[in-house]
């Protein structure tokens, strides 16, 4: 079993920044494959950043390329997301998430990283508000 908790969402004007955090634990083999994910009102949930524990490159959507960046701490028990320049649109619940994906499939590149599609993931935290205004 993984238990995830989230911490770190608020309300922020347009064109500042929020770090969220997810504390992980349980088994190790079950959360290789960290992701961040986020849902809008009346919208499906979407797939935001995703990282393996053992390192490599992060998978990012193209929405927030370049403002939004996913790190973890090197036990790979905390995992984060460094948001700047927050848009209106990036208001959502955001969603930490796990699963056991090795790393090409976890955040490949070339559309072979599965880290940002929410069924690959089976273990979710509850979730925590962003709200951005302009």
């Given at each position: ?45 979407e797939g935001v950043a995703a990282i393996h524990t ?11 390329k370049g403002r939004f960046t996913i790190s973890q ?62």
């Open positions: 079993q993984v238990q995830l908790v989230e911490s770190g969402g608020g309300s922020v004007q347009a064109g500042g920044s929020l770090r969220l955090s997810c504390a992980a634990s349980g088994s190790t083999y079950s959360r290789t494959c960290m992701g961040w994910f986020r849902q809008a009102p009346g919208k499906e949930r053992g390192g490599g490159s992060p998978l990012y959507a193209d929405s927030v701490d090197n036990a790979g028990d905390s995992l984060y997301l460094q948001m700047n320049s927050l848009k209106p649109e990036d208001t959502a619940m955001y969603y930490c998430a796990a699963n056991s994906l090795g790393p090409t499939y976890c955040s490949g590149g070339g559309g072979v990283g599965r880290g940002l599609r929410e069924v690959f993931f089976g273990y979710w935290g509850q979730g925590t508000q962003v709200t951005v205004s302009s």
